[in-house]
């Protein structure tokens, strides 16, 4: 590996901030490569490059981005999200034992992670055919996100599998009034009503490791429309005082706010302390701009909310909306 001089490697690092800002994706993956190959091993400019190359490659290469994760969980093993996007990586190569390792290393990093809890069971669920295994993690992730669909229907088909086709039924009924326009809860529903029988399960690893399909938000009854508004709308407000107050331009708010309206597009979302997703959207916007210095735990703390927390919204909206560094639908002018 040839020598280079620290001068030579902040110019190149400098150079593919850049790019990522300025979405010029494969130019930043090249100087990425680049960087990785200049860069004292587990230096800060070796981790930058590997964190954005995972994050460019887990959908098209997760093999290559399981490489570039390895590098980020050697340098800081009590990081939950290296491991955490290795058990997405896993799972989209069908290697579940080693996804279902890697949640459960996410999960001693970040032990009230819902997403993490979620995914783990699924895959016990479903990949591997574990349902007794699989019902504690579903169990504690739907306690901590109660009113998540997807959650739900997790459990119901745990439930169902298990014989307890009371609970079950309750619960995908749940599901299905969470997202009235999701076609699976409402096959999960009839399946159950079938007495849940094996030939004809429903269940679906995609649950664990896709993105949500885009649907339009359903109405919600003119009580609950005032409650749910007031909560979106505490959200909004407060990711852009916040966002303000740390130097976003003005752009990058109005970017902010179309995360937002899109994220509720997508999901049936229900808010419970606004400061959690209004830090998300921040952090998603600083992911995407690249903005330096946006940490987690620093926008987390600004918030007054827990990093955890922070990290489970911003997985759920990374995945639902497919979000890259410089992705052009969110990234300013």
């Not at 400098?14 to 490569?33: G, K, S, V, W």
């Not at 739900?152 to 309750?170: F, I, P, T």
């Not at 009854?221 to 959200?235: C, L, Y």
């Not at 959207?281 to 210095?293: F, H, N, S």
Request: one cysteine or more; charged letters at 30%.
């Amino acid at each position: 590996m040839a020598e280079a001089s620290e001068t030579n490697v902040d110019r190149l690092q400098r150079r593919a901030e850049n790019a990522l800002e300025r979405r010029r994706l494969n130019e930043a993956e090249t100087l990425l490569d680049r960087l990785v190959e200049i860069a004292e091993r587990g230096s800060d400019a070796a981790l930058f490059a590997h964190r954005h190359l995972a994050e460019l490659r887990l959908e098209r290469h997760p093999w290559r981005a399981a490489l570039h994760l390895k590098h980020l969980a050697d340098a800081d093993p009590d990081d939950d999200v290296p491991h955490a996007m290795m058990g997405l990586c896993q799972a989209l190569l069908g290697n579940y034992r080693a996804a279902i390792s890697a949640y459960k290393r996410a999960l001693r990093c970040a032990p009230r992670t819902p997403w993490y809890l979620h995914n783990l069971g699924h895959l016990l669920d479903v990949a591997l055919d574990e349902p007794k295994a699989a019902l504690e993690p579903l169990r504690v992730a739907w306690r901590l996100e109660p009113d998540h669909d997807e959650i739900v229907a997790s459990l119901a088909h745990c439930l169902a599998r298990l014989g307890e086709l009371d609970e079950a039924k309750q619960l995908a009924k749940q599901a299905t009034s969470l997202a009235p326009r999701n076609p699976d809860h409402r096959r999960l529903v009839e399946w159950i009503d079938r007495g849940a029988p094996p030939k004809d399960d429903v269940g679906s690893f995609a649950g664990a490791t896709s993105r949500a399909q885009a649907e339009p938000e359903p109405s919600a009854p003119t009580g609950q429309s005032r409650r749910v508004d007031a909560k979106t709308r505490a959200v909004r407000e407060t990711f852009e005082r916040q966002m303000r107050a740390a130097g976003f331009s003005t752009e990058q708010v109005a970017r902010a706010r179309a995360l937002w309206r899109d994220f509720r597009t997508m999901r049936s979302v229900r808010v419970g302390k606004p400061e959690v997703y209004a830090a998300a959207i921040e952090y998603a916007i600083a992911m995407v701009v690249q903005r330096r210095g946006s940490s987690q735990a620093k926008i987390a703390e600004r918030y007054g909310v827990a990093t955890t927390s922070l990290s489970g919204r911003f997985q759920e909206i990374q995945l639902a909306l497919g979000l890259i560094p410089g992705d052009p639908r969110y990234t300013a002018g």
